[in-house]
């Protein structure tokens, strides 16, 4: 909807004060008004529609908060607590098909099963040493190692090895950089 544009004067017949402007410039020939005669003025100020009438937030598809993703293969709308609980679930399971952990996976000599999780100091690989710690990070018999390689490239690579050794200092994992 387009902003509607008066012409000065049409204004000035419409507003009180207008007029009363109107009557002391033309009784004070000293004065010239403020107007040019070709001049427009907007006289009612164009206001955009709220965000929250144009915009329709569906509630989680789980419980009565707004959904922060639409999950498309699911079909469902999810607040932040229940996408992460779907990301954990089908975390989990990946782990389990590819890992195969036994129920005590020490090995003969009693030392801990150890897994490298590679990290690249970006936030994908943060997001999976992070589900990875959560997952099976508790297991006695199980020990988490993150790695990370340096490729030598200059100004790149130090800022992300940077955060790949904090990340897994802040979860208590043992880091290879």
């Known amino acids: 909807m387009a902003a509607r544009h008066w012409h000065h004067r049409d204004w000035d017949e419409q507003n009180p004060l207008g007029r009363l402007r109107k009557e002391l410039d033309s009784s004070l020939p000293h004065r010239t008004s403020r107007f040019k005669a070709d001049e427009w003025v907007q006289a009612k100020p164009y206001r955009a529609p709220r965000m929250a009438e144009a915009l329709a937030v569906e509630s989680c598809s789980r419980c009565n908060f707004p959904s922060v993703i639409h999950q498309a293969y699911s079909g469902q709308h999810l607040c932040g607590r229940h996408l992460f609980a779907s990301i954990r679930k089908r ?7 590819q890992l195969r952990l036994p129920k005590d996976a020490r090995h003969e000599d009693g030392s801990p099963y150890r897994i490298l999780v590679a990290i690249s100091g970006g936030k994908d690989s943060a997001v999976l040493l992070t589900m ?5 990070g508790n297991r006695r018999d199980v020990e988490l190692i993150s ?31």
Do not use: F, N, W
Not at 91 to 97: C, G, H, M, N, V
């Open 91 to 97: 975390t989990s399971k990946e782990l389990r098909q």
């Open 132 to 136: 990875m710690h959560d997952i099976i």
């Open 147 to 177: 790695g990370c390689i340096d490729e030598g490239i200059d100004g790149y690579r130090a800022p992300s090895l940077e955060c790949a050794r904090q990340l897994a200092e802040s979860l208590d994992v043992s880091s290879r950089l």
